[in-house]
């Protein structure tokens, strides 16, 4: 962008100069002034018309190349901020999937540690069932071989 401007500005530069020297140059004016001793004559109103016309020129190109000289400090100016925000920007997305990542990551420490303790729950549960079932046997077992016993005795 700034290498198209400073194109620009070196073609206008061109432009006038070149107007400026074929307007100046002794062989134009040698054109122009074919009549010197008619004061006011059409080619000395013409000499002075293109004068003031490159003069106006000059200027104008004057004007614009400071106010492009004023402005490009400017516009890199906002180049930069607009840079700045950019990067800010890509920060803050940046930040934002990392939050989204952790959130992610503790979600599913969350339910691991969630099935975990599901199966730790599980696990005493079926602890505590053998061992009811254990006690149950064993006490079957001990009716069994008391009424044995009993029948035993009875029979002797």
Do not use: C, D, G, H
């Not at 901020?81 to 920007?89: G, I, R, S, V």
């Not at 079932?133 to 008391?146: P, S, V, Y």
């Amino acid at each position: 962008m700034l290498n198209r401007l400073l194109m620009v500005k070196a073609w206008l530069l061109l432009i006038v100069l070149a107007k400026a020297l074929s307007i100046n140059s002794p062989a134009y004016a040698q054109i122009i002034q074919t009549n010197p001793q008619q004061p006011q004559s059409f080619q000395e109103r013409m000499r002075q018309q293109q004068e003031q016309q490159t003069q106006r020129t000059q200027e104008q190109f004057n004007e614009t190349l400071l106010r492009q000289q004023f402005q490009q400090p400017q516009l890199q100016q906002q180049l930069r901020l607009q840079q700045q925000q950019f990067t800010q920007q890509q920060q803050e997305l940046i930040r934002q999937q990392q939050l989204r990542l952790q959130q992610e990551q503790f979600r599913q420490q969350s339910q691991n540690f969630t099935r975990q303790q599901q199966l730790r729950i599980q696990q005493q549960q079926l602890r505590q069932n053998q061992q009811i079932r254990q006690q149950q046997q064993f006490r079957l077992q001990e009716q069994i071989r008391q009424q044995q016993l009993r029948q035993q005795n009875n029979n002797l």
